[in-house]
């Protein structure tokens, strides 16, 4: 996959949609990104769980594109989880503070059942 693409797969489960991302979610890629999930928190599906441990890179319009869909889910009284893997992005969302906003997990069966939750560091 070339730089500034990203794959977005999407998956329904029960009452949860899983967005699997791959490449680079940044400044060339967010929009569309943004828009898959913005369409899918406001829609039918407010539960969302983004699968970023296929990510190559995340940059801050990237992180952008994530807040925006977690506040339209709470919007609509849902919610958003991420599935990170330990290392940069994982560093990421602890500098910038957002495992602290999150629910981050390291799998999808622990999103899944709401289990194992990344805490941040003290």
Known sequence: MAQDEVHIDIKRDGDTTVFALRGSLDLA??????????????????????????LEFLDST???????????????????????????????????????IFAVYRTLDAARHDRDRVVAPI
């Open 62 to 100: 990237g992180l952008g594109a994530l807040i925006g869909a977690q506040r339209r889910a709470l919007e609509q009284l849902g919610r958003v989880r991420l599935i990170v893997a330990e290392g940069a992005i994982s560093r990421l969302l602890n500098i910038t503070g957002l495992v602290r």
């Open 29 to 54: 890629t967010s929009p569309a990104v943004r828009a898959a999930l913005v369409d899918a928190a406001g829609g039918a599906s407010h539960d969302m769980i983004i699968d970023l441990t296929g």
